[in-house]
């Protein structure tokens, strides 16, 4: 089969013809071809011109902001973005934080208890980290907003009662239900609530700082109270600080007690604090041990002398009836036992007109049996 080149005229006309009629153009080109192969380079050459019209199509639409489908492309709007914010080096969470917060929680319900013969159900949340700002937002009014000092970590933090909690607790200990009094917001607290209040400080710092006590020491010293968010200026607005929210519940009454703490104040032990390990020291444990101990030292404990022993097989156990005689044989030695385990052992005879055991060996608790 010879061969048949298209001119460049011819050419030019295809790459000019749209895409519906490059078949037709194609065809006319076909005319001047042999009929025994040139109809087919034709067709090929049809092929390829539509082939190309396609993809210069697509390649206009993608590069347009249309884009390929039609559609209007969103670039969005450059947004700025500050590298030296906090947001963007604080993440994660703070667990020995957390931990420390669910002691304070369990000891400040006692503490509470001891003061006014009830018993709070106190949960904390968990510590959220945020801008000032926003969390003053989240002080109610009225509220009594307490400012204390942070030692050895150098800083202030705040201690907030939310204004429902402080009328609770007020209604409770001069025999009310607890019902809260509404007051209006920018109202002065009264001299009884303010005396409640130093009280309500009073004991939230020594149970925080017992909380922070098998970590590090950490103490809050009572600087001045403020009523309105905005003279509590511990920090600038954009700083940011790690608040937690404690939720006291007298039986269906409640209220919220806040801590916040400005990051920076925990700054130096941040590490510790994000940390998951158990913050409860040996100090602690040893402690525990010793409340344990003296709690348990009244308890009861029923303390039984085993003279002697028998050895009987099964059947002759099984014919034992009333009235029968079991013979045994009185050793030197008694043993003493709590429950199953042996304590002591000694000698048994009378002293003071009653039966009585003198003990010669105290076991050791190497020498009580393992389960």
């Not at 801008?131 to 942070?150: C, G, H, K």
């Not at 939310?162 to 209604?171: A, E, F, N, P």
């Not at 009523?227 to 937690?244: G, L, R, W």
């Not at 030197?332 to 010669?360: C, M, W």
């Amino acid at each position: 089969m010879s061969e048949q080149y298209l001119s460049q005229d011819e050419i030019d006309a295809l790459l000019d013809t749209p895409q519906g009629d490059a078949a037709d153009a194609a065809a006319t080109a076909a005319d001047g071809a042999d009929a025994s192969g040139d109809s087919e380079a034709a067709a090929e050459t049809a092929d390829g011109a539509a082939s190309g019209e396609a993809t210069e199509a697509a390649t206009e639409g993608a590069g347009s902001p249309a884009g390929a489908m039609g559609r209007p492309v969103d670039r969005g709007v450059p947004q700025p973005y500050d590298l030296a914010r906090q947001e963007r080096i604080i993440r994660g969470r703070l667990p020995a934080l957390e931990l420390i917060h669910e002691r304070f929680a369990r000891s400040m319900g006692l503490a509470m208890f001891a003061f006014m013969q009830r018993n709070p159900e106190i949960t904390a949340s968990e510590p959220v980290v945020g801008r000032y700002s926003d969390f003053l937002a989240t002080v109610e009014n009225p509220s009594s907003i307490n400012i204390m000092q942070t030692k050895p970590l150098a800083g202030s933090a705040l201690l907030v009662f939310q204004g429902q909690l402080v009328s609770t607790i007020v209604d409770l200990m001069f025999g009310g239900s607890g019902r809260p009094v509404k007051k209006s917001e920018g109202r002065e607290f009264s001299q009884t609530e303010q005396r409640l209040i130093r009280k309500l400080i009073d004991l939230a710092r020594t149970e925080y700082g017992r909380a922070w006590a098998p970590l590090m020491p950490f103490e809050m010293e009572f600087a001045r109270a403020e009523t309105q968010p905005q003279f509590a200026n511990i920090a600038i607005p954009a700083e940011m600080v790690v608040s937690t929210t404690f939720t006291l519940d007298f039986g269906g009454k409640s209220g919220t007690m806040q801590v916040c703490i400005p990051y920076s104040v925990l700054e130096p032990v941040r590490n510790t604090l994000a940390s998951s390990l158990n913050t409860q020291g040996a100090g602690e444990k040893r402690s525990w041990q010793g409340h344990m101990s003296q709690e348990i030292r009244p308890a009861g404990v029923q303390l039984v002398a085993e003279l002697t022993t028998a050895t009987l097989t099964l059947g002759e156990l099984m014919r034992l009836q009333t009235g029968d005689v079991i013979e045994i044989e009185p050793g030197p030695q008694a043993t003493l036992k709590i429950g199953q385990v042996p304590i002591f052992s000694g000698r048994y005879g009378e002293h003071n007109g009653r039966y009585a055991v003198r003990i010669d060996t105290v076991n050791a608790y190497t020498d009580l049996p393992q389960d």
